[in-house]
């Protein structure tokens, strides 16, 4: 049954679940705290990265009951139940130590079923090849997720942890009606359950020059998943989440044709294309020209699917049956755990090492609470009306500011159209203006307000590239291209 079409259907059912959950929230969960829980880029970072704290453990540890105990189905019903309950919690969070600490027990319910996933998926495909044509599930799960999130529910609120919850719920039931997938391993020891018999695979000097630069990429494919929704909001580009998608359609098209990739010019050179594409998109994004940017989002097939799905398959050749779950946890463990935490932490720094100029607001919270958060300056224009609000606003001409205008303020604060139920103070709002005054003239274009607004981007994409083009020159140099592994 493992090579009917029915089947494929089925694992391709299971894989566009997994990734519409994780990118329902995932995604625009940037967005979200920069402009509206007014978090700082280090949170942003530790947020970020809080899915890299479980996939450092528990997915070896689950891997290795995967292959030695429990079947595949089931363990993954109850994570994804346990899952569920957490991106619930998750909504109704406003602070940095409440979400961080949902988000990293979410996670450990969570990176723990990406091997699993792929794990049950290799058991019933018969040739490891194929697996790039199961993620295509996934990849259209991550753009139904992106479409729903970016024209139904926003980035400014809470809203897709609640429909990343509900379809996590369904995912756990689902699980429970999928093919049996018995455990393949045995003589259990205790010096296992850390998956300790796939690190021995490091013996390899090729594997360990592997290991070393998937996690290096892998930190700088953080930058893309912590900064870009963000980076797409701030140089006013529409609907963000949605326009996102259009990285995931060109990863349709990628798995369709990695296998021949493979075929042609091998597994070694299929991760390098994919590590230097990183680089080549992240420069894309530092002209911060409309038409490079787009351009950079479609290079993301071959970027994000030759270089995670490659090593999950560079993995799968290299063992033997009964280590299979725990080489594919290994494999989450280097890219999902040590190089997104590690990469996390690395965006989340270099982002507040070149952070956009912040303002101090006061927001009204639904009890009548007052709380003072710290947000981006206003955008001078709104792109949904195609207008230029924020002078309206202050009552000036369209194209410019003073600073007499905004000394005449109410000292209170003001109310700008596109901050919600935030007031801004005049002071801060002066102090913002001479911030962009470079000249000192006493007045301030759009340029110059949009300017301090956002971040330094060439700059963080930057040094994103740059770690791209390290870990491709350290493959290129002691990589190795593995041939299938017998499985019978």
């Known amino acids: 049954m493992s090579g009917t079409w029915f089947m494929y259907l089925r694992l391709l059912t299971l894989m566009f679940l997994e990734f519409f959950i994780w990118g329902a929230w995932i995604v625009p969960i940037s967005s979200y705290m920069n402009a509206t829980l007014g978090f700082s880029g280090t949170q942003i970072g530790w947020i970020c990265g809080a899915s890299a704290l479980g996939a450092l453990v528990s997915p070896v540890f689950v891997g290795y009951f995967a292959d030695r105990f429990f079947s595949t189905e089931r363990i993954l019903g109850v994570l994804h139940f346990a899952g569920a309950v957490c991106l619930c919690l998750a909504a109704r969070q406003t602070t940095f130590p409440a979400l961080m600490t949902v988000i990293v027990i979410d996670a450990l319910c969570f990176m723990p079923t990406l091997p699993l996933v792929n794990n049950l998926v290799f058991r019933h495909i018969g040739k490891s090849e194929r697996f790039s044509w199961v993620m295509i599930g ?40 999928l093919p049996h997938t018995p455990p393949k391993g045995s003589d259990a020891k205790g010096q296992d359950v850390f998956g300790l018999t796939a690190v021995k695979l490091l013996k390899d000097p090729a594997f360990l020059v592997f290991a070393a630069a998937i996690p290096l990429v892998t930190i700088s494919k953080t930058f893309y998943t912590t900064w870009t929704n963000a980076f797409l909001t701030e140089i006013m580009l529409p609907k963000p989440t949605a326009l996102m998608t259009l990285c995931q359609i060109s990863e349709l098209l990628t798995m369709i044709i990695l296998p ?175 911030e962009a005054d470079r000249d000192g003239n006493g007045i301030v274009e759009k340029s110059e307000w949009e300017k301090i607004r956002m971040h330094a981007w060439p700059q963080i994409w930057g040094w994103g590239a740059s770690l791209a083009i390290l870990a491709c020159l350290l493959f290129w140099i002691g990589g190795k291209d593995p041939q299938p592994v017998n499985k019978e």
């Not at 999130?149 to 699980?175: H, I, R, S």
């Not at 560079?314 to 009964?322: D, I, M, N, S, T």
């Not at 725990?326 to 999902?336: E, K, M, N, T």
């Open 138 to 177: 996934a990849t259209m799960g991550w753009i139904v997720a992106g479409l729903v999130v970016g024209f139904l529910f926003g980035e400014k609120n809470g809203m897709f942890f609640y429909l990343a919850a509900g379809v996590e719920t369904f995912q756990a039931l689902y699980c429970f009606t």
């Open 260 to 434: 021949w990739f493979i075929t042609k010019i091998g597994l070694k050179r299929v991760l390098m294309v994919g590590m230097a594409v990183w680089a080549i998109r992240f420069f894309a994004f530092g002209t911060m020209n409309v038409v490079a940017v787009i351009a950079g989002l479609l290079l993301h097939g071959f970027s994000y699917g030759f270089v995670v799905t490659g090593a999950s398959i560079y993995a799968e050749r290299l063992v033997p049956p009964g280590m299979s779950a725990r080489a594919q946890s290994f494999i989450a463990l280097l890219i999902f755990g040590i190089g997104m935490f590690f990469g996390a932490q690395v965006a989340g720094f270099t982002g507040q090492a070149y952070k956009a100029k912040g303002i101090t607001t006061i927001r009204q919270a639904a009890n009548g609470a007052v709380q003072h958060v710290q947000v981006s300056l206003p955008a001078w224009n709104s792109p949904s009306a195609g207008k230029e609000i924020l002078p309206q606003v202050l009552g000036a001409p369209d194209d410019r500011l003073t600073l007499a205008l905004i000394e005449n303020l109410p000292e209170s604060g003001i109310a700008i159209w596109n901050a919600g139920n935030l007031l801004y103070a005049r002071k801060d709002l002066i102090a913002a203006f001479k």
